[in-house]
């Protein structure tokens, strides 16, 4: 665990600042930077934070480029739960960044391959500053399930039932849960200069020990981080508690 620092921070409210002083004060020393950025709960507190500090006029999202980890299949842009809507509710449309800077996958039209061919080509153009990622309780990040290869690029993946599962919170039922969804690769996140892991909650608190532990398999795509010259993971005592004596 050579490259990774670990914060344990007290709660979600804590974990947010934590984040914020790490992505603030990289966009206050450069302006242009690109983020990749994650949906879900563990970023919102974050993107709260990055909002009031421009409101404040601490930090400027006009020369941001931004590229996001995923969009589910089958719902349109325009839904609710879509990772597009989630991200102009909770960021976007918030702060002064230009439309043409965000980039997310589009799950939209009927060659979804070709989605997934046209994204790859832009992350292959683009240098990722810095990577957000939570992590699954069965430990995908993006939507990299288990099993799936170190060396994936931007593909269409089928979710698993786990996580479909753990993301019916925001649906009114698991039948509309969709069951596909396009993801930046384990590959592409990788080449991100700098990545930050937020985890949350009870839920987390066996990926956050298997993470932990060292062990690298396909079986657990969050290992890889162990790889990454850089990353940040912070998380809350309560994703902490099978691992507390240590940490």
């Known amino acids: 665990m050579a490259n990774m620092k670990i914060i344990k921070v007290k709660d979600f409210e804590e974990l947010s600042m934590e984040a914020t002083k790490i992505v603030g ?38 020369d941001v480029k931004t590229y996001n980890l995923d969009e ?10 879509s990772y597009y809507s989630f991200m102009y509710r ?6 002064d960044i230009k439309d043409e800077n965000v980039h997310i996958p589009s799950s939209e039209g009927s060659d979804l391959q070709k989605n997934c061919d046209d994204y790859n080509n832009l992350l292959h153009k683009a240098e990722i500053d810095l990577q957000i990622l939570g992590i699954g309780g069965n430990g995908h990040i993006g939507f990299n399930e288990p099993g799936t290869p ?25 039948d509309e849960v969709p069951q596909y969804a396009i993801t930046m690769g384990i590959d ?27 062990e690298i398999t396909t079986d657990f795509p969050a290992s890889i981080l162990h790889k990454h010259p850089d990353v940040v993971v912070i998380f809350d005592e309560e994703a902490a508690e099978l691992v507390n004596d240590k940490y």
């Open 25 to 62: 004060g990289l966009l206050k020393e450069k302006p242009q930077a690109t983020l990749g950025l994650a949906t879900g709960i563990s970023p919102v507190g974050l993107y709260k934070n990055l909002v009031k500090m421009y409101q404040n006029k601490e930090i400027s999202f006009k």
């Open 72 to 81: 589910y299949c089958e719902l349109p842009k325009s839904h609710p739960e």
């Open 90 to 95: 909770n960021l976007f449309s918030h702060v």
């Open 150 to 174: 170190f060396n994936q690029e931007t593909f269409v993946v089928k979710l698993t039932d786990r996580t479909r599962n753990d993301n019916k919170v925001f649906f009114n039922s698991l």
């Open 188 to 214: 592409n996140i990788m080449k991100a200069k700098k990545i930050v892991m937020l985890i949350a909650g009870k839920s987390k608190a066996q990926a956050v020990k298997r993470l932990l532990s060292g």
